[in-house]
């Protein structure tokens, strides 16, 4: 079991013989005391951030979503950490300082998902988000590297289902070579792993003068989060993980399980709502049938989009199940699925098409998620297992792209415990929305048995990407304490069911 170090607040740890100590020895007692404390406070370990330690490191800047100034900077590190020379990453800072003059020491850290988003693009979110925490704390957002401002590994390669290269196996196993082609002119792959993207986030930490950081990581986010504790625990104060993704579980294997079960759940949520079964009373059995028939024959729908330009969408099978599949993200958009999957089964599939025809990129640079992915899930199962698991899933055309992208990328090395849970007493609270089908609530429950400080909470009728006022004010009550001892979630018993649109006009886009 990894410990925390113990650090007493408000206690004094002299014994009753001080009053008979010497004045001139004592003196010298409190000189050396006061001369340590400097120290700890300006190399940021072990003592309260030194005041105005921010000064002369970032500059003041505004960031897109923060009404109020902020602050920005870059701190170089080496790409190859093992050697320490070579080419440098200038990994991008902000920090959203706190609103008080009462400023706690330890700030947020926000980890990213997606494998991996750019966390300084979530600063207009966690300033919104997080009103109370930004009273007495910074939020620290660093872009790992690989992402973001920090030597982003973006590259042209489509994961579009529609799009023929991303379909046939040969044309993208070529462009899957085009884009290494292109990063490896300016990364050695070899070195965009989790480990040391958190080595690099306890440099800035350290650079910052931030002596101990309260972690909240979201999906992927979360696999960094426990990296980092497992690596530096001595500066955490605590660790919040949303969407829980296990280190040690096979969760692209699982992934055709977990969003069976979810799909299955939705089907039965409409079944047990009394508006829902009546306008949808076979909605399993039409999602069935629609499937088949759009193997057998895709169709082919011309309509308007959003800003008036008209299109062709081309729906098959494939393209369904990946349009369900995102769907399922979270309880806004699962509003809609139920009715759409009826009037296409019927025939009408405008509405489908129209949302189909709706481009949204995700912004995470395909370099740097297949870093991740080829070196850190992939290998974590028997590629050869995946066909017969995944066969007529949802998951089938995404996961096997996923595993033939690994054949052509690079795989940068690992420690030895990489896969190994993370064993910690670093208080830790744990949240997964109960229809959660990337990283579903087992997957909290795996990750709690090694944590002794872990409470972990199941989100009602909440997606994977789901979050809300009553969830940030459960993170900043827990944050706020270094503790779930006592925390009231109460709110989350209040949480709405969820409601799915009968009519077209109560479609929610």
Known sequence: MISVPLVLRGHSTTSGKKASMKPRLLAIVLLLLTLAAGACASSGRGGPAAPGSLTGKLTPCHVPGVEEEVLCGRYEVPEDRAAGTGRKIGLNVVVLPAKTAEKEPDPLVFLAGGGVARATGYAGFLGRALPGLRQHRDVLLVDQRGSGGSNPLDCELSTDPDNA???????????????????????????????????????????????????????????????????????????????????????????????????????????????????????????????????????????????????????????????????????????????????????????????????VDSGIPKGIYLSIVCSEEIPKFDAAAFPAAAVGTLTELRVSRDILACGEWVRGSLPPDHWSPVASDVPALLMTGSLDHVTPPRYAERVARTLSRARKLVLPNRGHNDVDSCVTGIVEAFVAAGSAVGLDTGCLEKSDDLTFALRVEELKD
């Not at 082609?181 to 003068?209: C, F, I, Q, S």
């Not at 660790?239 to 399980?257: F, I, K, T």
């Not at 829902?276 to 049938?289: K, M, R, S, V």
């Open 165 to 359: 290269e991303y379909r046939d196996d040969i044309r993208f196993r070529e462009a899957v070579r085009r884009c290494r082609r292109e990063v490896e002119h300016k990364a050695d792959l070899h070195n965009y792993t989790t480990p040391m993207a958190m080595d690099d986030l306890d440099d800035v930490r350290e650079w910052l003068g931030y002596p101990r950081l309260n972690l909240y990581g979201a999906s992927y986010g979360t696999t960094a989060a426990m990296v980092y504790v497992r690596r530096h625990w001595q500066h955490v104060r605590s660790v919040v993980l949303q969407g829980v993704l296990p280190l040690d579980a096979p969760v692209w294997l699982e992934s055709p399980r977990s969003s069976q079960l979810a799909l299955e759940y939705v089907f039965a949520a409409c079944a047990r709502q009394r508006g829902c079964h009546d306008a949808f009373p076979q909605l399993a059995e039409e999602f069935g049938t629609l499937v088949r028939r759009l193997v057998d024959a895709p169709v082919a729908v011309e309509v308007a989009k959003a800003d008036g330009e008209r299109v062709k969408v081309v729906i098959d099978a494939e393209i369904l199940r990946v349009f369900v599949f995102r769907l399922l993200y979270s309880a806004e958009k699962i509003h809609d699925l139920p009715l759409l999957v009826h009037l296409a089964h019927g025939g009408d599939y405008v509405p489908l098409a129209r949302r189909l025809a709706e481009k």
